[in-house]
């Protein structure tokens, strides 16, 4: 059973620094795309970002050049660093896994969920 654990989530200034980690267990990881959602309060989830197996990478508009994805294929794991946060990206963040990457980027339906992180930005 496939398992995505986060981690690094918690309270933060506006304009500061947090690291996201999505750990994977439970299965072979190879050829997998990882992503990160969030979801604030009355709103709907929403794509952030993502990264191949290969590295190939994508962005939300709204946290292009703020935000960076990366993973370590030998630790099976994502990171999302995220810097110059507002107060508009609070959220619950959620990490995600799919084989195809189009069901992270495009459709929003990848077929393995974290259980999600608090991400709070204090003003």
């Known amino acids: 059973q496939v398992q995505l654990v986060e981690s690094g989530g918690g309270l933060v200034q506006d304009g500061g620094s947090l690291r996201l980690s999505c750990a994977a267990s439970g299965g072979t990881f190879s050829g997998y795309t990882m992503g990160w959602f969030r979801q604030a309060p009355g709103k709907e989830r929403e794509f952030v970002a993502a990264?191949?197996?290969?590295?190939?990478?994508y962005y939300a508009d709204s946290v292009k050049g703020r935000f960076t994805i990366s993973r370590d294929n030998t630790k099976n794991t994502v990171y999302l660093q995220m810097d110059s946060l507002k107060f508009e990206d609070a959220a619950v963040y959620y990490c995600?896994?799919?084989?195809?990457?189009?069901?992270?980027?495009?459709?929003?339906?990848?077929?393995?969920w974290g259980q999600g992180t608090q991400v709070t930005v204090s003003s």
């Open positions: 995600a896994a799919d084989r195809n990457y189009r069901r992270i980027v495009i459709s929003g339906t990848p077929g393995y």
């Open positions: 990264i191949r197996w290969t590295g190939g990478t």
